[in-house]
């Protein structure tokens, strides 16, 4: 009798314990799949590159747009490695046109970027490739990418070695700021496409959960390539 009253209270707890466990388990593996599942991001709209800087044939069936940020270091890698594989296999063979959005995360310094290159874009579009990988490669290593480097010195610095671009332009354009229009326009596009983190890269519509996924990049494109 006595042992059947502490026997009721034990095997219910038992059984609480292995609901809980139960639970815990379909829990874990609902997380599961759900990871498996795309986060991607759809939009309805692709957003619009028109005066943004791009490469590729214009008529390109297949947008990719990257929003970036001069000082941030994921953006540099991105463009080491993600954008070198995407311009052999799609945008040289006009499937894709590339086009860059800035992203100003870091305050002045990407301001001071952006709008260098907003206007090296306008005085000499042919350079802006160029300027626009080489301001990435004067970013110091990563565990001091907070340092102070991305002032109106460094730009110019920069743009000295490009001999179609006229420095004094450059100059002044910094000063007065000519270009803040061309970079408010892009901020108004990263709040419109809900840009979190830099770079985000989308294809079409579709913002990638992983900007480095290139094989989800490349079926992107594809799907869209046999849409079209
Ligand atoms: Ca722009």
């Known amino acids: 009798m006595k042992n059947k009253k502490n026997n009721s209270p034990f095997k219910a707890m038992v059984i609480v314990t292995l609901v809980v466990i139960l639970g815990?388990?379909?829990?874990?593996?609902?997380?599961?799949?759900?990871?498996?599942?795309?986060?991607?991001?759809?939009f309805e709209k692709q957003p619009p590159v028109e005066?943004?800087?791009?490469i590729g044939d214009v008529n390109a069936p297949v947008t990719v747009v990257e929003f970036g940020d001069f000082k941030c270091p994921a953006c540099k890698v991105w463009g080491e490695t993600i954008f070198p594989q995407l311009i052999a296999d799609y945008v040289e063979p006009g499937k894709v046109k590339f086009a860059y959005i800035n992203v100003l995360f870091h305050?002045?310094?990407?301001k001071t970027g952006s709008l260098a290159a907003e206007h090296v874009f306008k005085q000499?579009?042919?350079?802006?490739?160029?300027?626009?990988?080489e301001i990435f490669n004067?970013?110091?290593?990563?565990?001091?990418?907070?340092?102070?480097w991305l002032t109106k010195?460094?730009?110019?610095?920069?743009?000295?070695?490009y001999p179609k671009i006229d420095i004094n332009q450059l100059k002044e354009s910094l000063e007065k700021e000519t270009e803040i229009?061309?970079?408010e326009k892009d901020m108004v596009l990263v709040k419109e496409y809900k840009v979190q983190l830099t770079p985000s890269i989308m294809v079409n519509g579709t913002m990638l959960e992983d900007p480095f996924d290139y094989e989800k990049i490349k079926s992107l494109i594809e799907k869209e390539l046999q849409g079209k």
């Open 24 to 42: 815990l388990v379909a829990l874990a593996v609902m997380n599961n799949n759900d990871s498996n599942s795309s986060h991607d991001l759809s």
């Open 51 to 54: 005066g943004q800087p791009l």
């Open 107 to 110: 305050g002045e310094e990407s």
């Open 124 to 133: 000499s579009p042919e350079d802006y490739w160029a300027f626009h990988k």
């Open 138 to 148: 004067h970013q110091p290593p990563t565990q001091n990418h907070d340092d102070l």
């Open 153 to 161: 010195d460094k730009v110019i610095e920069v743009a000295s070695n």
């Open 181 to 183: 229009a061309e970079v």
